[in-house]
């Protein structure tokens, strides 16, 4: 029974360690060539929305040790609604210092406006890149080229998925600095929660799902100081969505539509 338990929580931090991400920090196409193939898209599909009205470029932020592949299906939900989108992988996969790739994001969002031209840019953020986006709004100057944020499970303080792999002698999250950092109490979260959690004039959206297998306890996902805080199965509450299923799920989409649109929070229940 004890090696089953042991074998269960293994699982889970592998889980943890492999879940999908986003594009690389270096796109194999310029930002230009790929919001101008997305725009063709969306105007071939003859898709006319208002959502996309402001403009802004969408950069879908991945999480831990993922792959690009893996966030096209919200991508390809944004393309269709009418906006530019590029898939943002962490460098490294993102097992390095969280603050290292919030330094790269502010690379890649500046490439990002001056390929479009546009001033600002709105985040769509899965697990933990939703913790690289905040550092770099909070700290490298981000505030000022974000209009919108939008977090899908990520653990904005911490997750006992992270702390538990010392429980199983596995060591400080088996040496991964980002493990480390996600952990409850670290000192990376202790700095990032310091003071006001949504500063500037963004829209700040955290969306989090009682099934969430990595992001424990759940509310951990959500943030303070003015942010609206959407859990899909208190709108939804027959709606199964786990960790990666939030990049997947059509309620959970029509969260992140309604947020970048500035519209009112109401969840499709019936999405598909």
Not at 95 to 102: E, K, L, Q, T, W
Not at 123 to 139: A, C, D, I, M, P
């Amino acid at each position: 029974m004890l090696l089953r338990k042991i074998l269960t929580v293994t699982a889970a931090v592998a889980a943890l360690l492999v879940p999908a991400t986003a594009a690389q920090a270096t796109p194999t196409a310029s930002p230009a060539a790929t919001g101008s193939a997305a725009a063709t898209s969306a105007a071939t599909a003859g898709r006319t929305v208002a959502a996309a009205a402001s403009g802004n470029p969408v950069i879908v932020v991945g999480g831990l040790i993922g792959i690009s592949i893996a966030y096209e299906p919200i991508a390809a939900r944004l393309r269709a609604d009418g906006y530019r989108v590029w898939i943002y992988q962490l460098p490294g996969l993102g097992v390095g210092d969280i603050r290292d790739s919030a330094r790269a994001l502010s690379s890649y969002v500046d490439q990002v406006r001056a390929a479009t031209g546009a001033t600002k840019v709105d985040l769509v953020t899965h697990s933990e890149g939703g913790l690289v986006s905040r550092w770099y709004v909070k700290f490298l100057g981000g505030a000022d080229k974000v209009a919108h944020y939008v977090s899908l499970g990520t653990p904005q303080h911490g997750t006992y998925v992270a702390n538990i792999v010392n429980f199983v002698g596995l060591g400080s999250c088996a040496g991964v600095v980002a493990c480390q950092q996600m952990s409850i109490g670290s000192d990376f979260l202790a700095g990032l929660n310091d003071g006001d959690e949504t500063p500037g004039a963004l829209r700040w959206t955290a969306v989090r799902t009682w099934q969430d297998e990595l992001v424990r306890p759940v509310d951990n996902a959500m943030l303070a100081d003015g942010a609206t805080n959407v859990l899909v199965q208190a709108w939804c509450p027959l709606r199964v969505v786990g960790h990666l299923g939030l990049v997947l799920d059509g309620t959970t989409y029509t969260v992140v539509r309604q947020a970048l649109a500035d519209a009112t929070i109401r969840p499709d229940c019936f999405a598909l």
